[in-house]
């Protein structure tokens, strides 16, 4: 198969890409006490010389509160500014385009995993501050693997005032800008602080922040409105309607409701992209024999609503369907993820019909205090021969 549209030049925001396959946002856990090493600097690299038009930085912490991972890196102090700029001035020595993705659980600009936190995971005590949550509701299931017993979510305490939250986002965002990222992407998908927010059974809220849909919204636009005072039109959001992972999900028309507004108001702040993530069976959890996702398709759902940003699709989509989607001009780009864990040169392999045949190295997806190698499973993949 050719792949004329997918490795076609393409301009998002102010940035020209050199092709549509993007690399999504992906946990690897190599930073070392939350700063960025030389080895993550590594497998940035390949990533551009394997021909990715744009990445998307794994989650970055906005804060220390509110994370999970003890390697998890952030993005909140002038070490952390000095780390990712070295990353940052090497992917652009190559002629890479970073976008940094924050969260809260994760900054994948910003990340914060709101009440997806633990308060003896070892950044969470560090922090000194309660989880917090929209509302005191704990999520059902989680397993955070790095305490003693293995423990679930707990109730979080509920946050009282979000604009402090919204700050610690944009001061994340000016960091990065220092750092020289190329623009942001805010994780509000899977679960995490924008989609406890946006969904109604994690948000009971009574305030301006819940209720209404338009309340519901209102946290997630704010974090986007004060990226977009940084960074103009390189600002980007990951959305998972589908819900499922983590304990969050609507009913069908909840969910349509909730996820047209919050798109169609995002819009209008004229977006670099949407990154649609679309329902994966490996994202659904079941409670009680009953699936938590609300199944339906994203891209015939939304797409139309998008009308100043570019469309990107994410979970499970291969070069094939890129390309035929792309044709079809009812999608923009790909966003892959597992498939650039294990193939540094994915988007070559793809251009040049090579297999993606490298089998994952599963034990060293993630990494811990207790690893030995970091390299093992994160830079040790071969690239094809050409």
């Known amino acids: 198969m050719t792949f004329k549209s997918l490795f076609t030049p393409i301009q998002i925001g102010s940035i020209i890409l050199k092709n549509r396959v993007t690399m999504a946002a992906l946990t690897r856990n190599r930073a070392v006490e939350t700063y960025p090493t030389e080895l993550m600097k590594e497998y940035y690299v390949q990533r551009v010389n394997g021909g990715a038009g744009l990445i998307v930085t794994e989650g970055i912490l906005v804060t220390r509160q509110g994370t999970e991972w003890p390697n998890a890196p952030g993005l909140w102090d002038t070490k952390h500014v000095a780390g990712w700029k070295d990353i940052v001035d090497a992917v652009h020595e190559v002629g890479g385009k970073l976008y940094a993705q924050v969260c809260l659980l994760w900054l994948i600009i910003p990340l914060n995993f709101g009440r997806l936190s633990h308060p003896d995971a070892e950044q969470q005590k560090l922090a000194g501050v309660p989880v917090y949550g929209p509302s005191a509701i704990s999520a059902r299931g989680g397993k955070f693997r790095t305490i003693p017993g293995a423990p679930g979510y707990v109730t979080p305490t509920a946050i009282d005032d979000p604009w402090t939250i919204i700050k610690q986002f944009k001061h994340a965002a000016v960091n990065a800008k220092e750092a020289g990222f190329d623009g942001v992407e805010l994780h509000g998908a899977n679960g995490y602080i924008v989609t406890q927010f946006l969904d109604n059974t994690s948000n009971l809220r009574t305030d301006q922040w819940g ?42 028309q909840e969910t349509l409701d909730t996820y047209s507004y919050f798109i169609s108001e995002a819009d209008k702040l004229k977006l670099s992209y ?5 329902y994966a069976p490996s994202f659904d959890v079941e409670f009680d024999g009953v699936p938590r996702a ?32 792309i044709s079809a001009s009812k999608l923009d780009a790909v966003s892959i993820g597992f ?39 994160y830079t040790d993949y071969p690239a094809a021969t050409y």
């Not at 015939?300 to 369907?321: C, D, Q």
């Not at 034990?363 to 093992?376: E, I, R, V």
């Open 339 to 377: 498939n650039w864990i294990t193939h540094p040169d994915l988007a070559k392999r793809i251009e040049h019909g090579k297999p993606l045949d490298n089998a994952p190295d599963i034990p060293h997806l993630q990494t811990n205090k207790t690893s030995g190698d970091w390299a093992t499973g």
């Open 294 to 325: 609300t199944k339906h398709d994203v891209l015939e759902s939304y797409g139309h609503l998008i009308k100043n940003g570019k469309k990107l699709l994410n979970a499970g989509v291969t070069g094939e369907e890129g390309e035929e989607l």
């Open 274 to 278: 949407f990154n649609l993530v679309r």
């Open 211 to 252: 209720g209404s849909i338009e309340n519901r919204s209102r946290f997630g636009l704010e974090v986007l409105k004060a990226l977009v005072e940084v960074f103009g039109e390189n600002v980007s959001v990951k959305l998972s309607p589908c819900g499922g992972y983590n304990d969050v999900g609507m009913p069908l």
